[in-house]
């Protein structure tokens, strides 16, 4: 499913128009994308929490030429499924 089959879901399920619809995805999204950045989690009880992890660096291979490069260290976004969405998947 894309953003826009997302957004036709929102728009089905609630009845509103498609731009109310895209509007109310934008401002979930971009809600979820600040607090992550601000170094909050979000937890969506039944379906899941999403947090900032910070990796370490750590030495890397260029598959194409062998060259053995450093990746530098850096915030990576993870998602921690809930009960409900494991058991709405099984």
């Known amino acids: 499913m894309t953003k826009e089959g997302l957004i036709d879901a929102i728009v089905n399920k609630i ?3 498609k731009k109310d619809g895209a509007e109310a995805l934008d401002v979930i999204l971009e809600t979820i994308t600040k607090s992550l950045s601000s170094g909050d989690t979000v937890t969506i009880t039944g379906f899941g929490t999403f947090s900032a992890k910070e990796r370490a ?9 062998g060259e053995k490069i450093q990746i530098p260290a ?17």
């Open 57 to 65: 660096a750590r030495a890397g291979v260029n598959p194409k030429t």
């Open 15 to 17: 009845g509103c128009s």
């Open 74 to 90: 850096m915030t990576v976004p993870k998602f921690k499924a809930g009960k409900g969405l494991k058991d709405a998947v099984k």
